[in-house]
């Protein structure tokens, strides 16, 4: 499968406790992104990497939200101290792009269903 | 901050009937985006619109941008039961980098 992957598909934690989603683009990708969807909304714009460098972050998310791209491969999107409000579908999507101005059409994983118990 | 509303929220029809989404932003876009979700499912993309005024059909779909490039509709001809899910529309910011906003979605409901 040459699609975007993302591990685990399902985490069930506890309120306080830290986790970690993986996504693995499809590999000729090099923009990534992060996207959080909760019931009946459309996914919401988390943050964005192009190759290595994290080039926006969301001003909703709290400190306790961090993201890496080590060598402009697979992404981690790590969540400190878990809430309540954290419970939603977290969604990877990567795309092609360079640095000119012309965007690509994004390709969607799975998600990740993070619950906070 | 940049918004991107569209309309109706919810649209249940008969099979063989038509449908149409709007998507509104509140800012004038460079390009815009539709995703199919279906229930359960992560969005798919379905098409890209960049020109003013553009119109582009994928067998029964047809995707309009407006002409100030604030507004965009789908319209599927004769629902068919797998056109079922929700239709998101989006748009990048105008921030200069790719960020996208997503439309707050139609839901559609085809009933055989």
């Known amino acids: 499968d040459t699609g975007v992957s993302q591990d685990p598909r399902h985490k069930i934690t506890k309120r306080g406790q830290n986790v970690t989603f993986r996504c693995d683009p499809i590999s000729e990708h090099n923009r990534l992104y992060w996207y959080r969807q909760t019931l009946g909304q459309g996914p919401e714009f988390l943050t964005y990497?192009?190759?290595?460098?994290?080039?926006?972050k969301s001003r909703l998310l709290s400190d306790r939200f961090s993201a890496e791209r080590p060598k402009g491969s697979f992404s981690t999107l790590e969540i400190q101290r878990t809430e309540q409000g954290d419970s939603a579908m977290y969604l990877c999507?990567?795309?092609?792009?360079?640095?000119?101005?012309?965007?690509?059409?994004?390709?969607f994983g799975p998600g990740t269903r993070l619950t906070v118990t | 901050g940049q918004q991107v509303m569209q309309i109706p929220q919810y649209q249940h029809v008969q099979e063989g009937e038509d449908f149409t989404t709007y998507c509104n932003s509140s800012?004038?876009?460079?390009?815009i985006q539709w995703y199919k979700q279906r229930p359960g499912g992560h969005p798919v993309f379905l098409i890209q619109l960049v020109k003013s005024g553009e119109v582009k059909k994928q067998k029964r779909l047809t995707f309009q941008f407006g002409e100030a490039k604030k507004n965009s509709s789908l319209h599927i001809t004769a629902t068919q039961t797998t056109d079922v899910g929700t239709y998101f529309c989006?748009?990048?910011?105008?921030?200069?980098?790719?960020?996208?906003?997503f439309g707050t979605g139609t839901r559609l409901k085809v009933l055989a």
């Open positions: 989006a748009g990048p910011t105008t921030s200069g980098t790719y960020k996208y906003i």
């Open positions: 800012t004038t876009l460079s390009n």
């Open positions: 990497f192009q190759n290595e460098a994290q080039l926006e």
């Open positions: 999507a990567s795309s092609l792009g360079g640095g000119g101005v012309i965007s690509y059409e994004q390709y």
